[in-house]
């Protein structure tokens, strides 16, 4: 079969007149008495294709013949249809697609792959499932235009952070994923056999990256942290993907201006190319502040962990100043202040309590019972967290035991310290949480092609 007659169906658009062969899904079927017309889909975008009763029709594996009007085709089967573009009646045009002004009168239509009668109906505007069914049937429910469009975006948000983070001077690194030693501490690690020895599943690209400071000073990674939370909730996966950056040469307030620059750029260029997107899903546009001196990573508001809390308490009326942490309501709270009083999506926290934080996040040398520690809020949640890095060997190792942990684990990490690492910090956003903001999704996995959590790695686990 030979598919270098192929017509994009954008391309269509300037065809008015001429034959094509386009090749493509059925997306929709519809009856109409003499005339059957057909959506299809292509990478580029959508036609109408109208089908009357000449239209030659061949099924998969089967002999040309003359159509009952589009036979047995139905959603989801993959075609190639040749016909001419005509333009449709001006009462008839769409203008909410491209196509919307042609469409095309089938004169063959040919099955290549024939799909099987579909669970439920994909041919609305919206796929109205409840969250199990759009996952249990992932591999279909992707397929639907809006949810799709999730996936164009997020692949935008991608692309966005790699710009900025080369803009900033950081090479590109892979990272490995399995190690013999847990980054962010506690016991939520996935526990790998690594031939006839234990392993587990990196909580986060954190020690690699640090160990690359001293090879390239400043460096960023896109890499699955593996997370075994024993617990249900809209906003964690079992395995998440981490936009990751460290910086050597830096000091804490050089940190939050970076920070920021990311968080912001990146959505900035990802909100930029998903205009399309942004119309057709309703989605609100990005504040990204405004009250703070100059230059984006100065618009952003910045509170420290004991300022936000006290914020709560006067404004919403809930004393949580005692807390290590902001809780779920906090954030989101912290959040509507931020939008209202600065104009911005986003809020920064710093100065986390130190024993709250991970080893290697650097004391305040102003008072040590606090971290020179930051996360970034957006839209209600933290989607961002980070700090200024223990960067003297001995402090490092001593910071290790304070925890439990025996410094042996860490050998290769602390080699790097011990043989000379700068003054360095950095940060690590959550695509999928990003993600989930930017379309207001209910739940987390929405926001992942393949979510895995307690009860789900595609399949449901106890089924
Ligand atoms: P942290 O654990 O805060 O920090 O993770 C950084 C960001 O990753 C995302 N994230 C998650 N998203 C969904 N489900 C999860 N279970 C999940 N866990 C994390 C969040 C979070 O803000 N190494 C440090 C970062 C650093 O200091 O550079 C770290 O992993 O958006």
Redesign the pocket.
């Known amino acids: 079969m030979k598919m270098k007659n192929r017509t994009l169906i954008l391309d269509c658009t300037k065809k008015i007149g001429e034959n094509v062969t386009i090749y493509g899904y059925i997306q929709t079927r519809r009856d109409h008495g003499k005339i059957l017309f057909l959506d299809v889909l292509d990478r580029s975008g959508l036609i109408q294709v109208v089908v009357s009763k000449g239209a030659h029709l061949r099924g998969v594996g089967q002999t040309e013949s003359k159509s009952h009007l589009g036979g047995e085709i139905s959603p989801q089967d993959v075609v190639t249809i040749s016909g001419k573009v005509n333009k449709r009646p001006p009462n008839l045009v769409n203008k909410n697609i491209p196509t919307g002004e042609i469409e095309i009168a089938a004169e063959k239509i040919e099955v290549l792959s024939k799909a099987e009668e579909l669970p439920f109906d994909m041919g609305g505007k919206d796929l109205d499932l409840q969250l199990p069914t759009l996952l249990d049937y992932r591999s279909l429910t992707l397929r639907h235009p809006k949810v799709k469009q999730i996936f164009k975006v997020q692949a935008t948000i991608l692309e966005g952070f790699r710009k900025i983070s080369k803009e900033l001077g950081c090479v590109e690194v892979v990272v490995p994923e399995i190690a013999v030693s847990s ?2 501490g506690g016991a939520e690690v996935f526990k790998v056999d690594y031939f006839d020895h234990k392993a587990f599943l990196t ?4 020690l690699y ?1 640090q160990m690359l400071v001293p090879v390239f000073e400043r460096v960023f990674t896109i890499a699955h ?1 593996y ?1 075994a ?1 024993p617990s249900v909730t809209t ?8 936009l ?3 910086f050597g040469f830096v000091d804490f307030e050089e940190l939050l201006d970076l920070l920021e620059k990311a968080g912001t750029e990146t959505l900035k260029f990802a909100e930029a190319e998903s205009k399309d997107v942004f119309k057709e899903w309703n989605l609100e546009t990005i504040a990204f502040g405004s009250s703070r001196g100059a230059g984006e990573a100065g618009k952003i508001p910045r509170l420290t962990l004991r300022e936000a809390q006290e914020l709560i308490l006067k404004e919403f009326k809930r004393d949580n100043t005692k807390e290590k942490d902001l809780t779920p309501q906090d954030e989101i709270d912290l959040c509507t202040w931020a939008k209202n009083v600065h104009k911005s999506d986003f809020v920064t926290i710093t100065h986390f309590p130190t024993q709250a934080k ?1 080893f ?2 650097m004391p305040d040398p102003k008072n040590s019972e606090y971290s020179l ?1 930051y ?2 809020l957006f839209r209600g ?7 200024q ?1 223990i960067n003297d060997y001995f402090q490092l190792v001593d910071s290790i035991k304070s925890r439990g942990m025996d410094p042996k684990n860490f050998e290769m990490y602390l080699q790097a310290f011990k043989y000379g690492m700068p003054p360095e ?10 993600t989930m903001h930017v379309f207001k999704l209910a739940n ?1 996995r929405e926001a992942a092609l393949f979510p895995r959590d307690m009860e789900r790695v595609d399949i449901r686990l106890n089924k």
């Open positions: 980054t962010e909580q986060s690209p954190q990256k942290a997370r939370e906003r964690h996966l079992a395995v998440a993907t981490q990751d950056c460290e991970p290697y996040t520690s996360d970034l949640v933290e989607v961002m967290s980070g700090s890095r910090g950095g940060f690590s956003f959550g695509l999928e949480r990003m987390i």
